[in-house]
């Protein structure tokens, strides 16, 4: 199971840090990412995380502005997200897909609104 | 960026018929290890998205037969064979070969 918090109205420019707590599955051992979705819009995959942490990758739209990581020792996937932007509004989904993609884990997502 | 192109994207169908959806991408979907990271997921209404299919053509565990992939390089399809009133949803694709990971715009199925 993953579940995440942190979610809510952020004003542009603000930060804010998302909280994925998983368990039930190997968390150490899993890559780890972030999907978000825009309000009636399609998926977009923004950021990945290896199983140590050593190695992340971002889409475009957030490199610089989004770190994500990991505390295996508390089974948590965050998402620092600073200046923030309006067309950051959307909800956000930490996924897991297992070893070599044979497996299929997602939280019920977190929304996040940036407006003033 | 790869660009994944789903058709079509809205698709009416009748309860029991077939349906299927096409997506392609701008570039071979085959890994340097040689499988091919092309996999399917549906969004029903109001829930997170679940995958169906991976790497083309593997079928997820609960996921029922009547769902099926196919395809090699650029070109895959899914198909339902008879569609299921709890089918309604958006189903995407999803490239996993080239970073950044990117999904297809969404297929929007409802029922006739």
């Known amino acids: 199971e993953l579940v995440e918090s942190g979610g809510g109205l952020f004003q542009p420019g603000g930060s804010l840090k998302l909280s994925c707590a998983a368990s039930?599955?190997?968390?150490?051992?899993?890559?780890m990412h972030w999907v978000r979705q825009a309000p009636g819009k399609g998926l977009v995959w923004v950021s990945r995380?290896?199983?140590?942490?050593?190695?992340?990758g971002y889409a475009d739209s957030v490199k610089g502005r989004f770190t994500i990581s990991r505390d295996n020792a508390k089974n948590m996937l965050y998402l620092q997200m600073n200046n923030l932007r309006a067309e950051d509004t959307a909800v956000y989904y930490c996924a897991s897909f297992g070893i070599d993609w044979n497996g299929d884990y997602w939280g019920q997502g977190a929304l996040v609104t940036v407006s003033s | 960026d790869v660009v994944m192109t789903q058709s079509p994207l809205s698709l009416p169908v009748t309860l029991g018929q077939p349906a299927s959806i096409s997506c392609r991408s701008s570039?071979?979907?085959?890994?340097?290890?040689?499988?091919?990271?092309l996999h399917w997921f549906q969004q029903r209404p109001g829930q997170s998205p679940r995958r169906l299919i991976y790497?083309?053509?593997d079928r997820d565990s609960g996921v029922p037969d009547r769902f099926s992939g196919s395809g090699s390089g650029t070109d895959f399809t899914l198909k339902i064979s008879r569609v299921e009133a709890e089918d309604v949803g958006i189903y995407y694709c999803l490239q996993g070969t080239h970073w950044p990971y990117t999904f297809g715009q969404g297929t929007k199925l409802e029922i006739k």
């Open positions: 039930g599955f190997p968390f150490s051992i899993y890559w």
């Open positions: 790497k083309v053509s």
């Open positions: 570039q071979s979907l085959v890994y340097s290890d040689g499988s091919t990271l």
């Open positions: 995380i290896n199983t140590d942490g050593g190695f992340t």
